[in-house]
């Protein structure tokens, strides 16, 4: 195992990444499985049961760290708390107030759309869009690429895009499990 790294080491150190929001899915897959090898108890099976426990943790760290990684949304909350600037989406619901009319529009639509599947596909795809919108919008706040060169600001602003973002995700669920039911 990397010696160099220990437990509380950031996800991105440990796996070789850069700090920041754009990442290379098939990059951090390998950086993943090279790790979880490294890692895996079976390999320290001749050094005991204490070097096997070890392994467990890192292998536990590591799968959870991917986990962050790989999804976009997860990783967009990771760097934002990293940064200093909490998402809170639980206790924080503040939104701008175009995106809360959008919110209120997309509610009654779903509710007035019944069992229309074509209202609800195509409902479902708006969503869609708006989601890589917010992805595009948190890569632009975290990746410095809207002028804010301090990581701090850039979180705090990355923030309100993130909440806007799992709002959409959870929305964008409940219009899938609708069609999910209509098709059974």
């Keep these: 195992m990397a010696p160099a790294l220990n437990l ?27 790790l979880l090898r490294e890692a895996h108890p ?4 001749a050094q005991g049961a204490a070097a096997q426990r070890v392994a467990m943790q890192w292998a536990v760290r590591i ?15 990771y760097l934002c708390e990293r940064w200093g600037a909490a998402v809170n989406a639980e206790v924080n619901t503040a939104m701008p107030a175009d995106f809360l009319m959008q ?14 599947l074509d209202t609800l596909d195509d409902l479902l795809q708006r969503t869609r869009t ?11 706040c975290l990746d410095g690429g ?6 701090h600001q850039r ?5 309100g895009h993130v909440r806007a ?3 959409i995700e959870r929305f964008s669920s409940e219009i899938s499990q609708r069609l999910a039911q209509l098709d059974a």
């Design 63 to 77: 799968n959870e760290a991917h986990k962050r990684l790989k999804d976009p949304l997860q990783r967009a909350v």
């Design 155 to 159: 979180a705090v602003q990355a923030a």
């Design 146 to 151: 809207d002028g804010v060169a301090d990581s």
């Design 8 to 34: 509380q080491a950031s996800d991105f150190e440990l796996f070789g990444l850069p700090e920041q929001f754009a990442q290379d899915a098939s990059a951090i897959d390998a950086q993943w499985k090279l």
């Design 42 to 45: 079976d390999r320290f099976a």
């Design 165 to 167: 973002l799992m709002f």
């Design 103 to 116: 919110q209120m529009a997309w509610r009654e639509e779903l509710e007035d759309a019944g069992n229309d």
């Design 130 to 140: 708006a989601r890589q919108q917010r992805l595009t919008q948190i890569a632009a």
